[in-house]
């Protein structure tokens, strides 16, 4: 098993940056494909990008493609979202979370492993 724990989320003005990590606990870290969520009032959970066990493969939804990037490192059990050019509609709260396998399906059913969520606040 994993255990998650999402920091980094703040408010920031449009058009800025912020960057997100999540730590993990257990040994197995690099084992895991790591993944990005949001989940904003009212709204299903999506999906945003994941990595997988090396780093050497990202995945990204096209809604935050060329704005959003994933990396991990893996000596200090941690994954990270470096997200630019916020809008105010990136207004969500944000989850890391781990699954066992590349490719396949991204959904966030998917997904075996939550973190407890970072709030990230866009203002206009």
């Known amino acids: 098993q994993v255990q998650l724990v999402e920091s980094g989320g703040g408010l920031v003005q449009a058009g800025g940056s912020l960057r997100l990590s999540c730590a993990a606990s257990g040994r197995t870290f690099s084992s895991y494909v790591m993944g990005w969520f949001r989940q904003a009032p009212g709204k299903e959970r999506e999906f945003l990008a994941a990595?997988?066990?090396?780093?050497?493969?990202?995945y990204y939804a096209d809604s935050v493609k060329g704005r959003f990037t994933i990396s991990r490192d893996n000596a200090k059990n941690t994954v990270f979202l470096q997200m630019n050019s916020l809008k105010p509609e990136d207004t969500a709260v944000y989850y890391c979370?781990?699954?066992?396998?590349?490719?396949?399906?991204?959904?966030?059913?998917?997904?075996?492993?939550w973190g407890q969520g970072t709030q990230g606040i866009v203002s206009s």
């Open positions: 979370a781990a699954k066992y396998g590349w490719g396949g399906s991204y959904h966030y059913t998917e997904f075996n492993y």
């Open positions: 990595i997988s066990w090396s780093g050497d493969s990202t």
